[in-house]
Nanobody, 119 residues
Framework: QVQLVESGGGLVQAGGSLRLSCAASRRTFSRYAMGWFRQAPGKEREFAAAISWSGSSTYYADSVKGRFTISRDNAKNTVNLQMNSLKPEDTAVYYC????????????WGQGTQVTVSS
């Protein structure tokens, strides 16, 4: 079992930045692809970004490409999401996820952290 705990959410003005972090409970963290999904009120959960187990490959949704950067530190069992140039439409609960390559299958979810971008 892998437990994922997110932190770093909050309220920010449009154009601002936030950095989300996800800490994993087990040393087998490095075996998993990691990523972030988000769910806005009244909408389905959607993919935002993913990173391979080694950190050598990253993937982004078109809506965040060029603004968000995902990274991981396998020595510290953490994955981060740097979010710049935030827009009101980025407002959502952000969930950390661990799973197979490109997160085609999700094995573990975090509890979520709220990100609110005011206009």
């Amino acid at each position: 079992q892998v437990q994922l705990v997110e932190s770093g959410g909050g309220l920010v003005q449009a154009g601002g930045s936030l950095r989300l972090s996800c800490a994993a409970s087990r040393r087998t963290f490095s075996r998993y692809a990691m990523g972030w999904f988000r769910q806005a009120p009244g909408k389905e959960r959607e993919f935002a970004a993913a990173i391979s187990w080694s950190g050598s490959s990253t993937y982004y949704a078109d809506s965040v490409k060029g603004r968000f950067t995902i990274s991981r530190d396998n020595a510290k069992n953490t994955v981060n999401l740097q979010m710049n140039s935030l827009k009101p439409e980025d407002t959502a609960v952000y969930y950390c996820a661990a799973g197979s390559s490109k997160l085609a299958q999700i094995d573990y979810w975090g509890q979520g952290t709220q990100v609110t971008v005011s206009s």
